[in-house]
């Protein structure tokens, strides 16, 4: 979806990290959704790196 | 005093509401210092750093949340602490509702919200680029919050989004407002035809505050960055925003704010502005008027200015460079006759104490070429605030700075930092004291309270000593923003502080009020 389309359509946000950003878009009744992320293989570069090819494999 | 640590694993939480809650829980009494975060190597640095840090460190993850506290056990115990430390993590989770659902992965969220188009990324920045590049990979646009983002990933990234027509605001993006949405950290502002693209936060606000409080509105507001006009990013996401809002039936004007571009990234700029139909406003803090008017756009003195002419060119109306003030100049006078007369001989110095990146560099470009001003973002080397001679000269200081925020939520959230300024950077010699208040989304929830406060203090100081002090503000704040700007405003003037409708404006008065206090009596 271009730039120009995105203008054209509303806003549905995704939101991973900081929960006051979504909370912010909550409150004002933008459809969003609030991602319990967290660092994958226990933020370790390594097992990162690794699941970064296996992914690219897929 | 003994120093304690525990740790929960597999249980993580963001960086704001952890150092939200460090910062409650170091009032505790019986607490020396304290940290509480999770398991990065950032984090166990700074742990390291303020001497926190045992052996359980060496096997933590950055899914384990630590405590590290130094506590006299006879007032305060580490149980205790831990229990406060929950309470706060489950009232922060209570506050959700029931049916805020919350998937563990971006595939996952996408299933459950069929038609995202936006993922806005704020997890740390060695994470980031990986989230961001699976977001384009679905044909998603991004706004990427997070900072110490690789400029290589940047490059890649917005090479990559580019290719797919996509938005990649970021990184270190703080605000943009799409369809009329706000996103992180952006002002309440109405719709309308001006279209902004910005690479510098608090500018932009100020931009979109300015517009709305002239009457008009804005149809999009793209942040890009702030490295997205160097040389190693070739400006891909300003150019890519910028031939949007062209094609915008929605945008009739086009303004563009950033520090000054590369020179290479600045002639694309010129060069698509010189071959589109629409009026385009240019606000290179700074940057080069003749080419810019070369290009056939509208260059500015300040942001204030670029709102000004922007809105000016949209009804049709002449303009010119908006150099002054909003109140007649005879009543610009008196105010300064009436807060020089307030100082004594010995108080000559200035402390600009900015949480706005952006407005602190307006603040030195009208500003640092007159007088002598230490600052963390000095206009040449030697002015450097690690030059500042024994304490002693003129401060401009940008608080929002990484110096300033290490383990530290940004001032903007968080007005702790500037507080500590006030009581440790301010005194008997101290003349004019500069400041911006930021209101918006993302906001803390009262920043012009923060500021009424020191400067009761500071008052009730220097009244012992038989002295005034002059305090000059702005607010970047509209009538609609949840802090609501005539209620801020009331609150700084009930402490006597002169406050301006623009930066550049309270820029100004503080120049004047330092031009007569050096001419005397």
Redesign the interface.
């Known amino acids: 979806?271009?730039?120009?389309d995105?203008?054209k359509?509303?806003?549905?946000?995704?939101?991973?990290?900081?929960?006051?950003?979504y909370?912010?878009?909550r409150t004002?009744g933008?459809?969003?959704?609030?991602?319990?992320?967290?660092?994958?293989a226990?933020?370790?570069k390594n097992m990162?790196n690794l699941l970064?090819k296996l992914n690219k494999i897929k | 005093m003994t120093l304690q640590t525990s740790v929960k694993r597999?249980a993580?939480y963001?960086?704001?509401?952890l150092m939200l809650l460090s910062r409650e829980l170091q009032k505790l009494e019986g607490v020396e210092d304290l940290l509480v975060g999770m398991?990065?190597d950032l984090n166990i640095d700074l742990a390291r750093g303020l001497g926190l840090a045992t052996s359980d460190f060496d096997t933590l993850?950055?899914?384990d949340l630590f405590i590290a506290a130094k506590i006299n056990e006879e007032i305060v115990s580490m149980q205790a602490i831990e229990e406060a430390v929950n309470d706060y993590l489950n009232k922060?989770a209570e506050?959700d509702s029931d049916e805020?659902?919350?998937?563990?992965?971006?595939d996952?969220?996408?299933q459950?919200?069929p038609?995202?188009?936006?993922?806005?990324?704020?997890?740390?920045g060695q994470?980031a680029a990986?989230?961001v590049e699976d977001?384009l990979d679905a044909?998603?646009?991004v706004m990427l919050?997070?900072n110490n983002v690789p400029v290589e990933d940047e490059l890649r990234l917005k090479q990559k989004a580019v290719e797919k027509?996509?938005?990649m605001m970021g990184p270190d993006c703080g605000t943009a407002i799409?369809?009329g949405?706000?996103?992180?950290f952006a002002n309440a502002v109405r719709r309308g035809k001006i279209g902004v693209v910005g690479a510098s936060g608090t500018g932009t606000q100020e931009v979109t505050v300015q517009i709305h409080r002239l009457g008009e509105g804005l149809s999009?507001v793209i942040g890009t960055g702030g490295r997205d006009l160097k040389d190693q990013i070739g400006g891909l996401m300003m150019i890519?925003?910028f031939e949007?809002l062209i094609?915008?039936p929605?945008t009739d004007v086009i303004v563009l704010i950033s520090k000054p571009p590369d020179p290479s990234v600045a002639e694309k700029i010129y060069r698509i502005a010189k071959n589109n139909p629409k009026p385009v406003v240019i606000d290179f803090i700074g940057g080069n008027k003749g080419a810019i008017e070369a290009a056939g756009a509208i260059p500015c003195i300040s942001l204030e200015d670029a709102a000004q002419k922007a809105v000016k060119v949209l009804r049709g109306q002449a303009f010119e460079d908006f150099k002054g003030f909003s109140l007649p100049e005879a009543q610009i006078d008196r105010i300064v006759e009436k807060e020089v007369a307030k100082l004594k001989s010995d108080q000559t110095e200035l402390r600009a104490l900015f949480t706005g990146g952006t407005l602190a560099d307006e603040a030195m470009k009208l500003l640092g070429e007159h007088y002598n001003i230490y600052s963390n973002i000095p206009l040449s080397p030697e002015m450097a605030i690690e030059n500042l001679p024994a304490g002693r000269g003129n401060i401009c200081l940008d608080l929002g700075e990484d110096e300033f925020t290490r383990g530290r939520p940004h001032p903007m959230i968080d007005p702790q930092t500037r507080t500590e300024f006030f009581k440790s950077h301010v005194d008997g010699h101290t003349a004019v004291i500069l400041v911006d208040v930021v209101l918006g989304?993302?906001s803390h929830n009262d920043p012009a309270g923060a500021v009424a406060d020191s400067v009761r203090e500071i008052h009730q100081q220097l009244s012992s000593q038989g002295k005034d002090i002059v305090v000059i503000s702005s607010v970047c704040g509209t009538d609609l923003d949840r802090q609501d700007l005539t209620k801020s405003v009331a609150t700084l003037e009930v402490e006597g502080i002169i406050v301006m409708p623009s930066n550049a404006q309270a820029v100004r008065l503080t120049d004047r009020v330092m031009q007569r206090m050096m001419k005397g009596v």
């Open positions: 979806m271009s730039v120009n995105l203008f359509q509303e806003l549905k946000v995704v939101n991973l990290g900081l929960k006051s950003f909370s912010d878009l004002q933008v459809t969003t959704v609030h991602v319990n992320w967290k660092p994958k226990g933020g370790k990162l970064n | 597999n993580y963001d960086s704001v509401t398991g990065t993850t950055a899914n922060s506050s805020d659902y919350q998937p563990t992965s971006l996952s969220a996408l459950f919200m038609g995202a188009n936006m993922v806005l990324v704020s997890v740390p994470y990986a989230e977001a044909g998603l646009h919050f997070s027509g996509l938005l799409i369809n949405v706000p996103l992180c999009q890519q925003s949007a094609a915008d929605g989304f993302g």
